[in-house]
């Protein structure tokens, strides 16, 4: 495959380093030990390479680290809350925002303002912390997205979409008045940082419309998702990432939004909305959870990043070099043999551990078990999306997802293509030698979203 530099050229300089250290074979053997094979219990210090996620992993732009200096640090009315407001008007489209400390703050309050006991909210394939709120909240959440999507090597390219005939179904079978509202997630994370059409969101919307369901978007990765309607959906190929987006959103009543990813800032989150009422319920439960309706758990100057990174996040060469820096290490990887999910998605590639270790079975945990034997190799540092991620069913048995898998997330503008290189290196070289990777025992497991605190022990081989 022929790669040209212009579609890979950082379009930025760099100010400040950060340097970053590999530790010894020795140290890293240990150092996964004593985190239970739990990348998460890492220390970041033993990390080389950070890949665990792209959330709050960001490196701002001179631009923002300026803005951090204009803080209005004013319990009421900062001034930062209303360019932040203003940034969500123009480049989403709504007219209400409320600010949360980051985006489970904003599932906490749309699960609670818009979920009565026994009701149901489809989507597009399940987030961890999506789905959780909307079980708190007394609601379940089946799984509506296109089948395509749990088939890692179909190489579909909005495999993120939504399937129309699952989600009439789900409506036909419960009635309209069971149905809280309809989830739809841009750039399906679980599902690879798969991307959903226009013309899909328009159809989901229509449909809803019929029957006086509410759409609500998870638009956390709604920019990198607009860059792949203009690339990949004809007649939006002319059209402006900021117009995309306004027409993506406008197929929706309101969304949830994580600024940790897209907006390149460390911490933030904020609900959106066209509704009046979804606004007025919301921001009176923000006061109770979160902090005031004009800063909701965040800082002036965090608003006032976040603001400005929405903005930046919608530049075209910036979009263009984030989705093709991830691209790169999917390229690598298939060129060495190495199994991913297909087509590489906008924020992460994700190898699967099924097709890597197929010595294992599914209770020794392949995903856990791979990410754990990368950072030993390597000193990259990833995560496990599978079987430890997707948890139990209510009777308390394991569910075993078809896609188990560990995720190679990219932080925005943080490494070199080069530091990109030396993990698909890595990882090309523990393929070859994968036969000689034990599995792992789970030998701790928290009653909540296990995957981050659970511990392993290695079996023998
Ligand atoms: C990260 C994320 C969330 C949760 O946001 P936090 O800021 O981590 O609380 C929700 N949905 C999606 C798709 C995410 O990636």
Not at 285 to 294: A, F, K, P, S
Request: glycine share 8%; hydrophobic share 40%; net charge negative.
């Amino acid at each position: 495959m022929k790669r040209k530099l212009i579609d890979l050229i950082e379009p930025f300089k760099i100010k400040v380093i950060e340097p970053v250290r590999l530790v010894s074979e020795e140290r890293r053997k240990q150092a996964i030990k004593e985190a239970g094979y739990n990348t998460f219990l890492l220390l970041s210090e033993d990390v080389f390479i950070d890949l665990l996620t792209d959330s709050g992993t960001s490196a701002m732009s001179d631009n923002q680290w300026a803005g951090m200096m204009l803080g209005d640090e004013a319990y009421a009315g900062s001034k930062n809350f209303y360019h932040l407001e203003k940034a969500i008007q123009d480049v989403l489209g709504y007219k209400y925002v409320t600010p949360t400390h980051q985006g489970r703050g904003a599932e906490h309050l749309m699960s609670q303002a818009l979920i009565s006991e026994g009701q149901i909210v489809p989507r597009n394939m399940y987030f961890t912390t999506s789905k959780l709120h909307v079980n708190i909240a007394g609601g379940v959440m089946p799984d509506v997205i296109i089948d395509e999507a749990h088939d890692p090597e179909n190489e579909f390219e909005f495999k993120g979409n939504v399937d129309l005939l699952k989600l009439q179904k789900v409506i036909d079978e419960n009635g309209p008045e069971k149905i809280a509202y309809v989830n739809v997630e841009m750039n399906v994370n679980m599902a690879g940082g798969q991307p959903v059409s226009m013309a899909n969101l328009r159809a989901v919307k229509k449909l809803c419309d019929q029957y006086k369901i509410k759409v609500i978007f998870d638009a956390t990765r709604s920019s990198e998702n607009a860059y792949f309607i203009k690339t990949r959906e004809k007649e939006y190929a002319d059209v402006p990432i900021i117009d995309i987006l306004n027409e993506m959103m406008s197929y929706s009543d309101g969304c949830i939004y994580s600024s940790k990813k897209d907006c390149l800032v460390n911490i933030g989150g904020f609900l959106a909305t066209h509704d009046k009422e979804i606004f007025e319920k919301t921001r009176s439960m923000v006061v109770v959870y979160e902090g005031l309706h004009t800063y909701g758990g965040m800082a002036g100057r965090d608003m006032e990043a976040v603001a400005r990174g929405l903005r930046e996040s919608t530049q075209v060469s910036y979009l263009k070099y984030r989705t093709n820096q991830v691209k790169l290490l999917g390229d690598l990887l298939i060129e060495g043999g190495v199994p991913i999910v297909r087509p590489p998605g906008g924020h992460a590639i994700f190898l699967n551990a099924l097709k890597f270790l197929p010595h294992l079975t599914r209770e020794q945990w392949p995903a856990q078990t791979l990410s754990a034997a990368i950072y030993e190799a390597s000193g990259v540092r990833s995560m496990e999306r599978g079987a430890i991620s997707k948890g139990r069913d209510k009777d308390g048995n394991n569910i075993f997802p078809n896609l188990e898998l560990v995720r190679l997330t990219i932080p925005r503008r943080v490494y070199t293509n080069t530091h990109i290189e030396y993990a698909a290196e890595c990882i090309i070289d523990l393929y070859k030698r994968r036969h000689e990777i034990p599995g792992l025992k789970m030998v701790f497991e928290p009653e909540y979203l296990r995957f981050f605190q659970a511990t392993f022990e290695q079996l023998p081989l």
